[in-house]
């Protein structure tokens, strides 16, 4: 099995920064990288990071967000500035890992990220 615990979520004003932590257990094959969910819409992705240190953002976080990781630790984070009302929502860590042998995704418990206007 795999345990993913996000931490450093909160409420800040909009132009804020806040930054995000995920650090995984288990049977981990790699962690994906950060989803968000606001109330009354889908989950989306935010950015993602390869085992090679590649990043993709999302269109609107370009610029302002930056993930980065320790393989090390198994920690994936996300730093978030200029941060807009519309950022609002929970943010999730997403992993691959090893559930009964088979290869499935593993989701944090959330981290909720509030920016106020």
């Known amino acids: 099995q795999v345990q993913l615990v996000e931490s450093g979520g909160g409420l800040v004003q909009a132009g804020g920064s806040l930054s995000l932590s995920c650090a995984a257990s288990g049977r981990i094959v790699s962690i994906k990288g950060w989803y968000r969910q606001a109330p009354g819409t889908q989950r989306e992705l935010v950015a993602t990071i390869t085992s090679g240190g590649s990043t993709n953002y999302a269109d609107s976080v370009k610029g302002r967000f930056t993930i980065s990781k320790d393989n090390a630790k198994n920690t994936v984070y996300l730093q978030m500035n200029s941060l807009k009302p519309e950022d609002t929502g929970v943010y999730y860590c997403?992993?691959?890992?090893?559930?009964?042998?088979?290869?499935?995704?593993?989701w944090g418990q959330g981290t909720q990220v509030t920016v106020s206007s």
């Open positions: 997403n992993a691959v890992g090893l559930r009964f042998g088979t290869i499935s995704d593993f």
